[in-house]
């Protein structure tokens, strides 16, 4: 039996086809080469514009694809079991927040990346707010004409194929997190530069840059949102990318470890029989079972909670730190599993095993999000967070 509905089931199956048939074949050139080119990262948008699976958060009135929060989870997890940087340029990076745009901004950049044509990269992190994001420095001063930006941003992800980046500044530095705006900043603007440069642990094809900004002047119209709301336009961007791009893209990537443990297990003889006849090897896949359908289910119900209006802030937080861990422990087993041929770089396992980690830093670390899960419950009691 299945829970979904009839156009639900033909969604996931086309995006279990597509990622199989379309992002699939790439992998391997991520995994042995760590780069895509541009002519690949090109073909894979135009391949996922064309399947459907291309700006699938935006509303169609604004260009995007209009699904629902629970209809990109569902696509989200089918395409999440390859490399994210295939997932990335077959899906766009176009954030929410985007679709507050003046109808300037919308001509500028949301209608260009719901295309395809223009891609955006978020800052927030700086050297000395990571966690903290009240202590960002980055400032954006009123001017006659409209704004001076002058500060640096650290880690950012895709910087170097971005054409602009959605920066957040401090524009009334006394008021914290209240007092955090958002701007649209072109690459090409007077006083942009990039940085250091990151070779991180994972997430192969990816760049990750240092930004400066060098009193970039930026007219009125910068502004994305309004000003000092940029905390919380990050807050409700961020909880569903969350929820979309790190809990269900990672669920894909735990059943993808999954698969491929289960079918070493089967193949891999020792001893004369195979790997799946160890008691210890068949906990691992129940384990790694169990985890899986429990944590699709608190998805489901999240997504659908969601797209009914509600904020789920405490569960957002419990999927980021549970799949997380989750995928963790399964790609850890999953080495432990390969032994020497999941160990060594160019292969599946090896790869992903770098990949994971990094899952429990990116978009608030975990101790951040069982703060915030603790926090609701020494606030509002048990009730609100675990009762029916
Ligand atoms: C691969 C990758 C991609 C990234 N991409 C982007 C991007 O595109 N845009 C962007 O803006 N940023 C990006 N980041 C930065 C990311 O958001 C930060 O790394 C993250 O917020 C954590 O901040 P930090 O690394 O400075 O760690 P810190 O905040 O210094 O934390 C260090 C440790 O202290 C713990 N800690 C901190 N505060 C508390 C607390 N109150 N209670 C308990 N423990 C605490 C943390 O959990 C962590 O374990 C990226 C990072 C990585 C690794």
Partial sequence: MTILTESQTVLVERARLFAHEQLLPFESKITKFATLTDDDAKRLTQKGIEAGFFATNIATGLGGRGLSLFENVLVQEQLGVTKDILVRRATGNV?????????????????PSVAGKRWAALAVSEPDAGSDVAAMKTQA???????????????????DYADYFIVAAKTAPERGVKG???????????????????????????????????????????????????????????????????????????????????????QRQQFGQSLSMFGTVQSKLADGATGIRLSRALLWETAKRM?????????????????????????????????????????????????????????????????????SLLKNGVLPLCDV
């Avoid at 001063?141 to 910087?159: C, F, Q």
């Avoid at 900043?185 to 990039?194: E, H, I, N, T, W």
């Avoid at 405490?314 to 020497?340: N, T």
Wanted: glycine share 10%; aromatic share 8%.
């Fill in 180 to 266: 955090i705006s958002l701007f649209l900043v072109d690459k090409q603007a007077a006083g942009f530069s990039l940085g250091q440069r990151f070779n991180m642990i994972g997430f192969d094809g990816t760049s990750h840059r240092e930004l400066i900004f060098d009193q970039i002047e930026l007219a009125n119209d910068a502004l994305l949102g309004e000003e000092n709301q940029g905390f919380q336009l990050l807050c409700s961007t961020l909880g569903k990318a969350r929820l979309a791009k790190v809990a269900a893209r990672g669920l894909g990537k735990c059943v993808r470890l999954l698969h491929e443990m289960t079918e070493h297990a089967k």
């Fill in 307 to 375: 797209d009914a209006g509600e904020a789920c802030r405490e569960e957002i937080s419990m999927l980021k730190v549970y799949v997380s861990e989750l995928l963790g422990r399964l790609a850890d087993d999953a080495v432990q599993l390969f032994g020497a041929s999941g160990c060594h770089d160019g292969g599946t396992i090896e790869s992903f095993y770098r990949d994971a980690r990094l899952f429990r830093i990116i978009d608030g670390t975990s101790e951040i999000h069982r703060n915030i899960i603790s926090g």
């Fill in 95 to 111: 954030y929410d927040c985007l679709t507050l745009a003046s109808a300037c901004q919308r001509e500028q950049y949301l209608q």
């Fill in 141 to 159: 001063v009123r001017t006659d004409s409209g704004w001076l930006l002058k500060g640096s941003k650290l880690y950012i992800s895709d910087a």
